[in-house]
């Protein structure tokens, strides 16, 4: 990681490349160019493009009804931003320069400010609260109680969901015994057992004295 753009820089470079798009190609084409353009940017180490194509994605996989074949499709072959990608974008929002517009705030978010859908919002808290985040934890149950009151008529919605439940999966490793301990010592009244190389040790060293 290099850098971690804010999201109106991201946003508004995005918009430059989009004007600059070949107007002859189709819709889709338009889309993929564009889209691997941002991910290269990502890919190289700016984490702020990483926002864009997370929420791309999932814009897509709205418009497709949840076909993630369709958009791969239009996205072009291992550029679908899966959960590896967001749990490691959200890892590394920082997270005091989110803006959080409140009910009859005016003020213009700073320059440096990173503006979050409200789903996203929640998976960067959901991270830093599974991390132990006594803070991150404390914002997340109350940007939950908002969640539930707009869940209905917000269509990101699930996706965080889904994130959630791939996050707090159990791993498949999680609740098995550990594996006994070696001996750390061995009574010398009972040396252990030769290994199966051992007799043909002793025979050839036989074979040496008789020699």
Same mark, same amino acid.
């Given at each position: 990681?290099?850098?971690?753009?804010?999201?109106?820089?991201?946003?508004a470079?995005?918009?430059?490349?989009?004007? /600059?798009?070949?107007? +002859?190609?189709?819709?889709?084409?338009?889309?993929?160019?564009?889209?691997?353009? *941002?991910?290269?940017?990502?890919?190289?180490? /700016?984490?702020?493009?990483?926002?864009?194509?997370?929420?791309?994605c999932?814009r897509?996989?709205?418009?497709?009804?949840?076909?993630?074949?369709?958009?791969?499709?239009? #996205?072009?072959?291992?550029?679908?931003?899966?959960?590896?990608?967001?749990?490691?974008?959200?890892? +590394?929002?920082p997270?005091?320069?989110?803006? =959080?517009? =409140?009910?009859?705030?005016?003020?213009?978010?700073?320059?440096?400010?990173?503006?979050?859908?409200?789903?996203?919002? #929640?998976? *960067?808290?959901?991270?830093?609260?599974?991390?132990?985040?006594?803070?991150?934890?404390a914002? #997340?149950?109350?940007?939950l109680?908002?969640?539930e /009151?707009?869940?209905? !008529?917000?269509?990101?919605?699930?996706?965080? /969901?889904?994130?959630?439940? #791939?996050?707090?999966?159990?791993?498949?490793?999680?609740?098995?015994?550990?594996p006994? !301990?070696?001996?750390?010592d061995?009574?010398?009244?009972?040396?252990?057992?030769?290994?199966?190389?051992?007799?043909?040790a002793?025979?050839? +060293?036989?074979? +040496?004295?008789?020699?």
């Open positions: 990681m290099r850098a971690f753009s804010p999201t109106m820089r991201v946003d470079l995005v918009s430059d490349w989009r004007a /600059d798009r070949n107007p +002859k190609l189709s819709s889709e084409e338009q889309e993929r160019e564009l889209y691997g353009q *941002v991910w290269e940017a990502y890919r190289e180490g /700016d984490y702020g493009f990483g926002l864009w194509c997370w929420f791309e999932d897509l996989t709205n418009a497709f009804n949840g076909a993630v074949r369709e958009v791969t499709r239009v #996205l072009g072959a291992g550029r679908y931003f899966g959960f590896s990608h967001r749990r490691a974008v959200a890892e +590394k929002v997270v005091e320069k989110i803006y =959080r517009p =409140r009910k009859g705030d005016m003020s213009t978010p700073r320059t440096d400010a990173i503006i979050l859908p409200q789903y996203q919002l #929640l998976c *960067v808290y959901l991270v830093r609260a599974h991390s132990g985040d006594p803070k991150a934890k914002q #997340l149950e109350i940007a109680g908002e969640h /009151d707009r869940r209905r !008529a917000d269509a990101f919605g699930r996706h965080f /969901d889904t994130f959630k439940r #791939l996050l707090e999966r159990p791993s498949s490793t999680e609740g098995a015994p550990p006994p !301990a070696p001996p750390t061995v009574p010398t009244s009972h040396p252990p057992s030769p290994g199966p190389g051992a007799p043909v002793r025979a050839a +060293k036989r074979a +040496k004295k008789s020699d």
